[in-house]
């Protein structure tokens, strides 16, 4: 089951978080995503991209100048999450036409509505592209169709 999905730079400042069933509280979040990120840019790009964590497992993939950070319980399949790092980085690359981070800190509620047609409640639900995108395509029709 995922635990939480983070989005972060180099510099360590979180721009996107999503938590599932209330893993940490919401006081020790800011500390906790800090922590979390800390280790994650530490380590070299030869290192695994899964480390332990209290009771997470981590599973991180960086792009460019993002770091893609997803925490797991032990019965989840790190491949398995690995692969779906790939696939939101597809998605928002194709969305965005290159996902840089101002997109991601600007389009936060666009984020938020593809990371929860991919997953609910910590559990994958959809991994096409196309579904995913699909109603956020059609809001965005609806969207441009108010301003003409």
């Given at each position: 089951?995922?635990?939480?999905?983070?989005?972060?730079?180099?510099?360590?400042?979180?721009?996107?978080?999503?938590?599932?069933?209330?893993?940490?509280?919401?006081?020790?979040?800011?500390?906790?995503?800090?922590?979390?990120?800390?280790?994650?840019?530490?380590?070299?790009?030869?290192?695994?991209?899964?480390?332990?964590?209290?009771?997470?497992k981590i599973v991180y993939r960086r792009y460019a100048s993002l770091f893609f950070i997803v925490g797991i319980d032990e019965s989840e399949n790190e491949l398995g999450i690995y692969e779906l790092i790939h696939n939101l980085v597809e998605i928002l690359d194709h969305y965005f036409s290159r996902v840089r981070e101002l997109d991601i800190m600007f389009n936060l509620e666009k984020i938020h509505m593809i990371v929860d047609e991919m997953v609910c409640n910590g559990y994958i639900i959809e991994t096409s592209k196309i579904r995913i995108l699909q109603p956020i395509k059609y809001l965005d029709q609806l969207q441009a169709a108010r301003i003409l």
């Open positions: 089951m995922i635990k939480f999905i983070l989005i972060s730079n180099k510099q360590g400042l979180t721009r996107f978080s999503n938590y599932y069933n209330n893993c940490v509280e919401k006081e020790e979040r800011s500390y906790f995503e800090a922590d979390i990120v800390r280790k994650c840019l530490s380590r070299n790009e030869k290192q695994c991209s899964f480390i332990e964590y209290k009771s997470f």
